[in-house]
């Protein structure tokens, strides 16, 4: 059984850079497609950004494109959101979800983390 726990987050001011951090353990990340998901206050969970499980595929959500950066160490059974550019609506808990599929497909996480906070602000 996958098992995903986040951790990286925290408040930083707008502007600011955040690496958030998805550790995997049971199975390995490249058996998987693995997606960043956040959900702010009073929202929709949202998709952010996802990597195949070739790891060829990454995708992005149009409100963070150019901002962040997927990506994976299978080495370490890691999978990492780099964020930059942070604005006071990046503000949400944040997860990393799986799908045994392996193609990114945002409504087929079956696996998920316990969430990390994300604060942007001054």
């Known amino acids: 059984q996958l098992q995903l726990v986040e951790s990286g987050g925290g408040l930083v001011q707008p502007g600011g850079s955040l690496r958030l951090s998805c550790a995997a353990s049971?199975?390995?990340?490249?058996?998987?497609?693995i997606g960043w998901f956040r959900q702010a206050p009073g929202k929709e969970r949202e998709g952010v950004a996802c990597?195949?499980?070739?790891?060829?595929?990454?995708s992005y959500a149009d409100s963070v494109k150019g901002r962040v950066t997927i990506s994976r160490d299978t080495a370490k059974n890691m999978v990492y959101l780099q964020m930059n550019s942070l604005k006071p609506e990046d503000t949400a808990v944040y997860y990393c979800?799986?799908?045994?599929?392996?193609?990114?497909?945002?409504?087929?996480?079956?696996?998920w983390g316990q969430g990390t906070q994300v604060t942007v602000s001054s």
């Open positions: 979800a799986a799908d045994p599929s392996g193609w990114c497909d945002y409504g087929g996480m079956d696996f």
């Open positions: 049971g199975r390995t990340v490249d058996d998987y497609a």
């Open positions: 990597i195949s499980s070739t790891g060829g595929t990454r």
